[in-house]
């Protein structure tokens, strides 16, 4: 999020409630934008956090911020003392909205100043990355289920580059061929077999070994 001394710049369209503070932030058009006061009650809600969060302005102005926007369990938590002395913030944040539905954000706060230039609330800008956080979310489960899988198989699983060297074997594999973690690292497969069992065909050696080959 772009960054650049002056005031929160509106379009007249968008200006449905009086925005309280001088700030360094400018945002785009479609920005989560919200304000709140030093006691951490919101002064400013943007249509784009009506639509994300599900609340009206009319709603939540003059409530808590953190009631507002929930952390998510296991979410981080916006310091409003430290942004008021100068902390900035930057960096994701999982929120529920209305229905409970949690949600991603990336966001940036930083202090919001009266014209005398003294700290008198906090600003946020936010942009929506639910979309990327459920992918990235989605591609760890997978992750977690193959290591799983990898790990606690009854066969002997080893992984391979196209030449045949082994980059990782589970635990089974290791125990069956003798070798530890570090060792069997780049073992080639006709290592695991016997010589005269060693033919010029990989499908030769394949068949001579009682494992699962990934590559």
């Not at 994300?52 to 953190?66: C, E, I, K």
């Not at 977690?144 to 045949?164: M, R």
């Not at 594999?173 to 033919?199: I, S, W």
């Amino acid at each position: 999020l772009g960054r650049a001394r002056g005031v929160l710049q509106m379009n007249d369209e968008d200006r449905t409630q009086p925005f309280p503070f001088v700030t360094d932030i400018t945002f785009q058009r479609g920005d989560v934008v919200f304000a709140t006061d030093k006691r951490g009650r919101l002064v400013y809600w943007n249509k784009e956090a009506e639509q994300l969060f599900g609340h009206a302005a009319s709603d939540v102005v003059g409530n808590p911020f953190d009631v507002i926007c929930q952390a998510a369990p296991g979410g981080s938590r916006v310091d409003l003392p430290v942004i008021l002395s100068g902390g900035d913030f930057a960096g994701g944040m999982r929120c529920l909205d209305k229905s409970g539905k949690e949600i991603a954000l990336y966001m940036y706060a930083t202090a919001g100043r009266d014209q005398s230039g003294a700290a008198a609330g906090v600003v946020f800008v936010a942009r929506d990355v639910t979309p990327f956080w459920r992918a990235e979310e989605a591609v760890r489960t997978a992750e977690d289920k193959y290591l799983l899988l990898f790990e606690h198989a009854s066969d002997a699983v080893a992984i391979t580059d196209v030449k045949g060297r082994v980059l990782e074997a589970n635990p089974t594999c290791l125990q069956l061929y003798g070798f530890t973690a570090d060792k069997v690292r780049h073992v080639n497969l006709t290592d695991m077999v016997a010589p005269e069992r060693v033919g010029d065909d990989d499908d030769d050696i394949h068949a001579e070994l009682p494992l699962t080959i990934l590559w």
